[in-house]
């Protein structure tokens, strides 16, 4: 006899860790709509429309502002895959998990990699990073803009000028910050960028843009390659190596995305209705006007959680918007603090990895989560497991603080 199975029917959950985030109602409701062929009008319209709305929330003209079918770590796949030939010297600065996942990937594509580190919990100066090129001279400089593991937001806005003095590609990952922090593609010279909707976006995981600028586009169409079934007379390949990936050859989906439509996948229709829906929200809203949303939400979880005898973890100055690391107090277990969260309030935080593991939770306000009543629930929630587990800490004072922090936007 057949196993049975119930429908599908998640608990409810209020998601404040470090992502994903509970999904925006809209962003599910047009998930729902029905499928078309992938190549009706009314598809490539919308993926039309989706590409123009992803122009605007990169801040970009690139004309090849698209989505790979993926979770961001896809984006990621495609942008190094496609770019990387064995023996390319890449410069990826760590300051976190994910400088870590970037160096891995770099790895495997057959990279010379180079890094530099610093602690979880800082940043990199410009003047490290322009240091460091002088020295590899690398094609590439990979970096993340927010890395969720520490929460700390790498400053930009300098090193694309550096990169253009030495010839160097810049690539960012921007996947937990973009939409709730400020992300300027073109006015900071960056060549590649690949985000993911589960975060500030507010969206499941599960689709992920990224917008190339033309000088990225020319370096990887010298390894463009035509599948021979759908080859036609006037096609031409490329004259560099073959990419090493079917699945995230770049030169492919641009085809695909292009004007001649070239076959190259089904598109993840589903997700496609995702991803323009995330962007739309989210342009509806006003750019500034998330990132200030953003900003005030994860002010007065910060500050709620200080009030709450809890420090701090990080460089405050370059904390993300949109996600904060408190220390966890030696009176009390962390994942049973985070237990009692999620059994007795609904509520999900985060703890983190490496060095940071068992040392310090991740609390997001983002998406949207990123809303008052999801900060003070969640800090009314924490502050209560924390009294009853022995942490001192004067009743109503986490959300006494919040308020506050409402009180004088």
């Given at each position: 006899?057949?196993?049975?199975?119930?429908?599908?029917?998640?608990?409810?959950?209020?998601?404040?860790?470090?992502?994903?985030?509970?999904?925006?109602?809209?962003?599910?409701?047009?998930?729902?709509?029905?499928?078309?062929?992938?190549?009706?009008?009314?598809?490539?319209?919308?993926?039309?429309?989706?590409?123009?709305?992803?122009?605007?929330?990169?801040?970009?003209e690139?004309?090849?502002?698209?989505?790979?079918?993926?979770?961001?770590?896809?984006?990621?796949?495609?942008?190094?895959?496609?770019?990387?030939?064995?023996?390319?010297?890449?410069?990826?600065?760590?300051?976190?998990?994910?400088g870590?996942?970037?160096?891995?990937?770099?790895?495997?594509?057959?990279?010379e990699?180079?890094?530099?580190?610093?602690?979880?919990?800082?940043?990199?100066?410009?003047?490290?990073?322009?240091?460091?090129?002088?020295?590899?001279?690398?094609?590439?400089?990979?970096?993340?803009?927010?890395?969720t593991?520490?929460?700390?937001?790498?400053?930009?806005?300098?090193?694309?000028?550096?990169?253009?003095?030495?010839?160097?590609?810049?690539?960012?990952?921007?996947?937990?910050?973009?939409?709730?922090?400020?992300?300027?593609?073109?006015?900071?010279g960056?060549?590649?960028?690949?985000?993911?909707?589960?975060?500030?976006?507010?969206?499941?995981s599960?689709?992920?843009?990224?917008?190339?600028?033309?000088?990225?586009?020319?370096?990887?169409?010298?390894?463009?390659?035509?599948?021979?079934?759908?080859?036609?007379?006037?096609?031409a390949?490329?004259?560099g190596?073959?990419?090493?990936?079917?699945?995230?050859?770049?030169?492919?989906?641009?085809?695909?995305?292009?004007?001649?439509?070239?076959?190259?996948?089904?598109?993840?229709?589903?997700?496609?209705?995702?991803?323009?829906?995330?962007?739309?929200?989210?342009?509806?809203?006003?750019?500034?006007?998330?990132?200030?949303?953003?900003?005030?939400?994860?002010?007065?979880?910060a500050?709620?959680?200080?009030?709450?005898?809890?420090?701090?973890?990080?460089?405050?100055?370059?904390?993300?918007?949109?996600?904060?690391?408190?220390?966890?107090?030696?009176?009390?277990?962390?994942?049973?603090?985070r237990?009692?969260?999620?059994?007795?309030?609904?509520?999900?935080?985060?703890?983190?990895?490496?060095?940071?593991?068992?040392?310090?939770?991740?609390?997001?306000?983002?998406?949207?989560?990123?809303?008052?009543?999801?900060?003070?629930?969640?800090?009314?929630?924490?502050?209560?497991?924390?009294?009853?587990?022995?942490?001192?800490?004067?009743?109503?004072?986490?959300?006494?603080?919040?308020?506050?922090?409402?009180?004088?936007?």
């Amino acid at each position: 006899m057949s196993e049975q199975f119930e429908q599908i029917n998640p608990p409810a959950r209020l998601l404040m860790g470090p992502g994903p985030i509970n999904a925006d109602p809209r962003v599910l409701r047009a998930m729902s709509a029905q499928l078309l062929g992938q190549y009706d009008p009314a598809m490539t319209g919308y993926m039309n429309e989706t590409m123009a709305l992803y122009r605007q929330v990169f801040k970009t003209e690139n004309q090849w502002t698209l989505l790979i079918d993926g979770t961001s770590r896809a984006g990621i796949e495609s942008v190094l895959v496609s770019l990387i030939e064995p023996g390319d010297k890449v410069l990826i600065p760590i300051y976190g998990r994910f400088g870590h996942l970037l160096n891995e990937i770099a790895l495997r594509c057959g990279a010379e990699v180079h890094t530099i580190e610093t602690e979880w919990g800082a940043v990199f100066t410009p003047e490290q990073i322009e240091e460091a090129i002088i020295k590899v001279r690398p094609k590439l400089l990979a970096i993340v803009q927010g890395d969720t593991s520490t929460t700390m937001l790498q400053p930009l806005e300098e090193l694309g000028a550096i990169c253009r003095r030495y010839d160097v590609l810049f690539y960012s990952d921007a996947t937990a910050s973009i939409g709730g922090n400020p992300f300027e593609t073109d006015a900071w010279g960056l060549d590649a960028v690949s985000v993911g909707l589960q975060k500030c976006l507010g969206g499941p995981s599960g689709s992920a843009p990224v917008t190339l600028s033309a000088r990225y586009v020319d370096e990887v169409r010298k390894r463009h390659h035509i599948e021979a079934g759908i080859r036609d007379r006037h096609h031409a390949e490329g004259k560099g190596s073959m990419i090493r990936s079917n699945y995230f050859d770049l030169p492919m989906i641009l085809d695909y995305w292009g004007d001649e439509r070239l076959n190259h996948h089904t598109e993840a229709t589903s997700m496609l209705y995702c991803a323009r829906e995330c962007a739309r929200i989210l342009m509806q809203e006003g750019l500034e006007q998330s990132i200030a949303r953003h900003r005030l939400q994860g002010d007065a979880m910060a500050q709620g959680l200080a009030a709450m005898n809890l420090e701090l973890f990080g460089d405050q100055t370059n904390k993300m918007n949109n996600i904060v690391g408190v220390y966890i107090p030696d009176s009390v277990a962390g994942e049973a603090v985070r237990s009692v969260m999620l059994e007795d309030f609904g509520i999900e935080i985060g703890t983190s990895f490496g060095p940071l593991k068992g040392k310090i939770w991740r609390i997001g306000t983002m998406g949207y989560n990123a809303r008052k009543d999801a900060v003070l629930v969640t800090l009314s929630a924490l502050e209560n497991v924390l009294r009853r587990m022995g942490h001192k800490c004067t009743a109503g004072a986490g959300v006494d603080a919040a308020m506050a922090v409402y009180s004088g936007q």
